[in-house]
């Protein structure tokens, strides 16, 4: 590992945790997310370049925990049957845009 | 937003970014945690968020540092969506059920916990 590398990552970082907070929308950003996830894990590139693009941006740039913050909202309102249709459809969502996100990446190659 | 945000953001997606790579290492080289670091960071982060969300800070500057930068940076959700993902391809429907289950209740269980911990 060295220092090139780390810096680029860390900047990755930077950049997509400024996306996130600009954007301010935790279901966009998961969709957004999971496409480019699914766009570059596809693709054949360095391994370098593909640990900054995958565990620096797209990991950054979505959360988990703005994902249970969300669902924490319906638990405070006490909609349980909204909080559990809503967890179901957002991981199956997210499961079908990273689908197409693969089978454009290799359409495109 | 003020210079200030900006160098609380900074400072805690940096810790969220190093105790993530730090927890992958540690994983991949003991082989602890059967090859998935995705599961304890995705329920350290939800432990967290409940201490935070039981905590009720209202300052801004904190909001920023921890909620914005340290747990973003620390949780992924793209990498549960491709964990998931990869189940599906090699046809493991029993394990995607059972780590879809896991992850859930054990990040429930956990967000609880720290909720009901700063309460006490």
């Not at chain 1, 969709?31 to 391994?47: E, H, N, P, Q």
């Not at chain 2, 949780?75 to 391809?89: K, V």
């Amino acid at each position: 590992m060295n220092k090139k590398y780390l810096y680029t990552l860390l900047l990755t970082a930077y950049f997509a945790t400024f996306l996130r907070f600009y954007f301010n929308n935790n279901f966009f950003i998961s969709i957004i997310g999971s496409f480019l996830y699914g766009f570059f894990v596809a693709r054949t590139i360095s391994k370098s370049k593909r640990e900054i693009i995958l565990t620096g941006f797209c990991s950054c740039f979505t959360s988990f925990s703005g994902f249970v913050h969300f669902l924490y909202q319906f638990i405070i309102q006490g909609y349980y049957l909204k909080l559990f249709l809503y967890l179901n459809v957002i991981v199956i969502l997210n499961l079908i845009v990273m689908y197409i996100g693969v089978q454009l990446s290799r359409k495109i190659t | 937003m003020e210079l200030d945000g900006v160098i609380y953001i900074l400072v805690g997606s940096t810790f969220g970014l190093i105790v993530r790579m730090f927890i992958k290492y540690i994983s991949e080289r003991e082989k602890l945690f059967s090859s998935n670091h995705i599961l304890i960071v995705n329920v350290l982060s939800s432990l967290f968020l409940g201490i935070f969300e039981g905590l009720n800070i209202a300052n801004k500057n904190l909001i920023l540092f921890f909620y914005v930068g340290f747990l973003g940076c620390l949780s992924t959700f793209s990498s549960f969506i491709y964990h998931l993902f990869n189940l599906i391809q090699e046809r493991k429907y029993l394990s995607l059920l059972l780590y879809y289950a896991e992850v859930l209740v054990l990040s429930f269980l956990f967000f609880c916990l720290g909720y009901f911990i700063t309460s006490i």
